[in-house]
C-alpha cells in the first residue's frame, strides 16, 4: 500500500538542489474525483471516470483542431508528490530500483503523463476518461496521441538521418 512520505528498506532519498526557474507556465487545471493519493488509482484507465481539464481561457483557443482525435496525451506536474528518492521499492517487497526505470509519481521533476480518451470539449473544458491525478492537480500541456498524429509538414532532408 502507497503511503505518505513514506521512506520503505532499501529506498535512499537525496537533497534536493535549488529550484531553477525553467519558466514552466500552468495553463489549467484537471479535475478528477480523488482528492487523495491513497484513493486515486495507479494507472489510469479509458473505461474510468470522466475528468474535466479547464484551461484558463487563454489557451482556449489552441483547442482548435484537438476534438479530430481520440486520444490526447495529458501532462501535468504532480505537485503534491515528493521530489527525493532516488531509489524506490514500488511495491514494498523489497526490490529496489532507480526512479528512472519507475512510472512512480515520486520524481525529481514530478511531471505525470496519461494517455486518456477524448470524450468532448466544452469550451474552454477538455472532457477526457484515463487520468490518474488528484483533483486541482496543474495542466502543463495537452498533445494529440503521437501514434495517431500525421505531421503537417512533409519530410525533410536529413529528417530519418541518425547519429553516429
Known amino acids: 500500500m502507497v503511503r505518505r512520505n513514506e521512506i520503505r528498506p532499501g529506498e535512499v532519498a537525496v537533497e534536493m538542489p535549488p529550484a531553477t526557474d525553467a519558466g514552466l507556465v500552468f495553463i489549467g487545471t484537471i479535475r478528477t474525483p480523488w482528492t487523495d493519493r491513497l484513493l486515486c488509482p495507479r494507472q489510469g484507465r479509458l473505461d474510468g471516470p470522466v475528468c474535466r481539464i479547464e484551461l484558463r481561457e487563454t489557451w482556449a483557443g489552441g483547442l482548435s483542431g484537438l476534438e479530430g482525435y481520440e486520444r490526447v496525451e495529458v501532462l501535468y506536474w504532480l505537485?503534491?508528490?515528493?521530489?527525493?528518492?532516488?531509489?524506490?521499492?514500488?511495491?514494498?517487497?523489497?526490490?529496489?530500483?532507480?526512479?528512472?526505470?519507475?512510472?512512480?509519481?515520486v520524481?525529481?521533476?514530478?511531471?505525470?503523463?496519461?494517455?486518456?480518451?477524448?470524450?468532448?470539449?466544452?469550451?474552454?473544458?477538455?472532457l477526457v476518461r484515463g487520468l490518474d491525478c488528484l483533483d486541482g492537480t496543474p495542466l502543463i500541456d495537452l498533445k494529440p496521441d503521437r501514434c495517431a498524429f500525421t505531421p503537417l509538414a512533409p519530410p525533410q532532408p536529413g529528417d530519418f538521418e541518425t547519429g553516429t
Not at 524506490?88 to 512512480?104: H, M
Not at 470539449?121 to 477538455?126: C, F, H, L, P, W
Open 79 to 105: 505537485d503534491r508528490s515528493r521530489r527525493d528518492l532516488l531509489l524506490q521499492s514500488p511495491r514494498s517487497d523489497g526490490t529496489v530500483r532507480g526512479v528512472f526505470s519507475l512510472r512512480s509519481p
Open 107 to 126: 520524481r525529481p521533476n514530478p511531471i505525470g503523463t496519461s494517455l486518456a480518451a477524448l470524450v468532448g470539449i466544452e469550451g474552454s473544458t477538455v
